[in-house]
């Protein structure tokens, strides 16, 4: 068993390396002992290169011997999602059109994390292109839920999620799209952040939804959230997208939270249009726990409503597919990816993108080029882009009586592998996530309970509006620490 | 509910992919029930609600137009399935009568 990395912190093991408990190097071999035993069985990682980061872990460990230190967080391992470049490394999205892509350059989000120090370790598996709610979309194997093989970790940044839960990194990098960091994380019981859109440059993730995709933590608590928020945060001119802010410094106020313990007259609002559809009986008892639990911290809940809240996933796979067949469409394998020789050019695309698409991404291509063809982008693009205006007045008029809303993450646990195999069954389940990207405000999950019937984590889900992460892990981290 | 009509093979033509005529049946059964239910937005009444294409408010995002060297040439051609002379990408004959190599 790893010593430095059970159940620790990366803000646990900063102070360890501060006070000369434990060196990069003996944190990156425990790291290494790990994923070599223990993710035989559960298959977050794809690959990793042990020289690296052993390598990267010495050059740490010099400069913190010569009171040259990046920062707090200097030699600490990272797991970075397969969708996000890491220089000289294959950046597949677990495809095999992209199997043997090496990426030449740093995401904007790694080249930061190096920036203070933390080394980028591994591959982590996922849905292929991140299309998926169960990483049984991988292309390279599925990822197995750590609490309960049998069940998936969630998808698409289930690799992330489960190497976190079975403690063979301390954080790690996901993407959220439609609920993608926070759905693993609640079915592997580990934080998930998704930042307001705009918070964390997009260069260097391939692209899926542009106008939906974030980059973001899944982490062992709140405070380690926010550090890893506050490392990969602000503007960045290869992203034209990414707001022109500093960096956030959430961490601070998550410890502030973590210590308060308090929510001192906090105003939770309760989307009652998401608790009429059906909720498996283990997470409505969590719920309740959990309002019991805010209200004896201090903390308010009133009823809000989000009244387009049924149309959510509808208006999400018109607007992700459009945007997912539009992002997809430069991988011709000309440049780059396994091509496939055909007879002309135009035959050598339908062949080399026909072999290398999985099933999932395939009929997401072919939605989203059917609502975007000639005669159809009215009735379905251009309706969903006013509809998802109405649900982002939604939210506006909620936070009109609310701080944050408090909401279930999934309806149930983490389900078993094949379980749902009808597709609009895996897409009608990320309900309470994806309403959060069409928005573009920013949402955790934080584990909140075991769900009695199975055995498996519960996570609930804190919205707060764009840009107010502080508030969110304030509340969170007090929550999380009362909870314990 | 009606059934979606989807011409799978004209919409697989559109997006560049090679399916193979055995899947058609399943795939369109797939995409007729993801489109059946999508059709629940015809009951929306959005007159006059301006679409929302992005969840960031920003617009004319300027940079000095300045030509930089990535100096990822070299990194980046060692990822082309197949090169010519070294420095340009192989690609099939795009116009008939055309020279490849």
């Known amino acids: ?484 | 509910m009606a059934k979606a009509d989807i011409d799978v093979k004209y919409v697989a033509e559109l997006a560049r992919l090679e399916l193979p005529p055995e899947r058609f049946a399943a795939v369109e059964r797939d995409l007729a029930s993801i489109v059946d239910y999508i059709a629940e937005l015809n009951e929306v009444d959005v007159t006059g609600v301006e679409p929302t294409a992005h969840a960031a408010a920003l617009s004319n995002v300027w940079r000095e137009d300045a030509a930089t060297d990535s100096g990822l040439r070299d990194a980046m051609l060692k990822n082309a399935p197949a090169l010519v002379n070294g420095c340009l990408v192989k690609v099939a004959k795009v116009l008939p009568g055309e020279e490849s190599n």
């Open chain 1, 1 to 484: 068993m790893a010593d430095t990395l059970d159940r620790k912190t990366v803000h646990e093991l900063a102070a360890g390396l501060a006070e000369k408990r434990w060196s990069s190097v003996e944190i990156v071999k425990d790291c290494l002992d790990a994923v070599r035993t223990r993710d035989k069985e559960i298959h977050a990682f794809l690959k990793f290169d042990a020289d690296d980061a052993l390598r990267e872990a010495a050059l740490s460990d010099e400069r913190r011997a010569a009171g040259k230190a990046l920062s707090a967080y200097d030699g600490i391992p990272v797991g970075i999602k397969d969708n996000i470049a890491v220089r000289d490394t294959t950046v597949s999205c677990a495809s095999k059109l992209l199997e043997n892509v090496v990426s030449p350059y740093d995401a904007t989000a790694v080249a930061k994390l190096r920036a203070r120090g933390f080394i980028p370790f591994g591959r982590l598996n996922m849905d292929e292109f991140a299309m998926g709610s169960s990483c049984e979309n991988s292309a390279f194997g599925r990822t197995m839920n750590p609490r309960d093989t049998s069940r998936v970790p969630g998808g698409s940044s289930g690799g992330s999620a489960a190497a976190v839960a079975a403690d063979l990194v301390p954080a790690a990098l996901g993407s959220d799209t439609g609920g993608s960091i926070r759905q693993p994380a609640a079915f592997c019981g580990v934080v998930g952040l998704k930042p307001t859109y705009g918070r964390v440059s997009r260069f260097g993730l391939v692209a899926f939804a542009s106008s939906l995709d974030q980059i973001g933590p899944l982490a062992k608590d709140v405070i380690d959230a926010g550090i890893i928020l506050d490392t990969v945060s602000g503007k960045d001119e290869k992203d034209s997208t990414c707001l022109p802010l500093d960096p956030a410094s959430s961490s601070a106020a998550a410890m502030e939270g973590a210590e308060r313990r308090a929510l001192d007259g906090l105003v939770f609002g309760m989307p009652k249009e998401y608790f009429s559809g059906p909720l498996a009986p283990g997470v409505a008892k969590i719920m309740e726990q959990t309002v019991a639990q805010i209200r004896s911290m201090g903390g308010k809940i009133v009823d809000v409503s989000l009244p387009h809240t049924k149309y959510a996933v509808a208006v999400y796979y018109i607007i992700a597919t459009a945007e997912a067949s539009a992002n997809l469409a430069r991988f011709d394998a000309v440049r780059y990816g396994r091509r496939i020789d055909g007879a002309d050019l135009v035959d050598t695309y339908f062949k080399s993108r026909g072999a290398g698409f999985g099933q999932e991404v395939i009929r997401r291509i072919l939605l989203g080029t059917y609502v975007l063809s000639s005669g159809y982008y009215d009735a379905y693009y251009l309706k969903a882009q006013k509809v998802r205006t109405l649900i982002r007045r939604d939210f506006a008029e909620a936070y009109k009586q609310c701080d944050l809303l408090l909401t279930p993450v999934t309806p149930a646990p983490a389900f078993k592998f094949g379980e749902k195999s009808d597709p609009l069954q895996m897409y009608l389940s990320d309900i309470f996530t994806i309403a959060l990207n069409l928005s573009g405000q920013c949402g955790i999950s934080v584990p909140a309970g075991t769900d009695e019937a199975t055995g498996m984590p519960v996570g609930v889900q804190f919205l707060a509006p764009e840009l107010e992460e502080n508030r969110l892990l304030r509340a969170a981290a007090a929550f999380e620490a009362v909870r314990g």
